[in-house]
């Protein structure tokens, strides 16, 4: 999507992997797990965070600073490489995904992933629909995404019905787990080799 300092892999923890392995095997048959994103640079975190408070405060400009951030925070993370407070996908524990049938076209969820709404809320369909049949889908199929996640020991971030955890912070939270198995992550290369050798 030309975000500057992106990558084009999606990389998780090998135990996030795993997990994801089992979640897909676990899945009536047509159906598969789609990976959207997981481990993400800082930078491309911050211009995720800056894009999406700049389009808020255009589009609201009566938000005082705090609601702006409030209002950004329920999308998108504060760029963060504290040791304890790191941003999730910065951990290589956090993930989103979403279910797509045997051509690997994603179902429909109600919203597309990423759209920063109130209906993309994991629980925003979960009202009675009345005759709506779309509704219905879309509802089962976030409820399906979820139970197979959670099955597998991932927790749900509540704004957004595509985002998973395990092992990082809000997993922990979540959870109610004493405290997060992941920190910051940085992808291992010949040169981050060299400078923890050195």
Do not use: K
């Amino acid at each position: 999507m030309g975000i500057p300092g992106a990558v084009d892999e999606c990389y998780v923890r090998e135990g996030v992997y795993r997990r994801l392995l089992a979640v897909a095997r676990s899945l009536p048959e047509g159906l598969s797990l789609l990976v959207l994103d997981g481990w993400r640079p800082w930078r491309v975190q911050q211009y995720l965070f800056e894009t999406l408070q700049a389009t808020i405060q255009t589009n609201h400009p009566e938000l005082d600073e705090q609601a702006l951030l409030v209002r950004t925070r329920e999308f998108v993370a504060q760029p963060s490489t504290e040791p304890t407070a790191p941003s999730p996908h910065l951990t290589g524990g956090a993930v989103d995904v979403t279910l797509c049938d045997v051509d690997g076209l994603p179902l429909d969820m109600g919203t597309l992933f990423d759209e920063a709404v109130p209906a993309s809320h994991a629980d925003a369909l979960e009202g009675d629909p009345g005759q709506d049949d779309a509704w219905r889908r879309a509802r089962d199929n976030r409820r399906l995404l979820y139970h197979a996640m959670h099955a597998e020991g991932f927790t749900n971030l509540p704004s957004e019905w595509w985002h998973f955890d395990l092992g990082d912070q809000l997993w922990a939270h979540y959870g109610e787990y004493a405290s997060a198995r992941y920190g910051p992550a940085e992808l291992d290369t010949i040169e981050s080799r060299w400078r923890r050798q050195l």
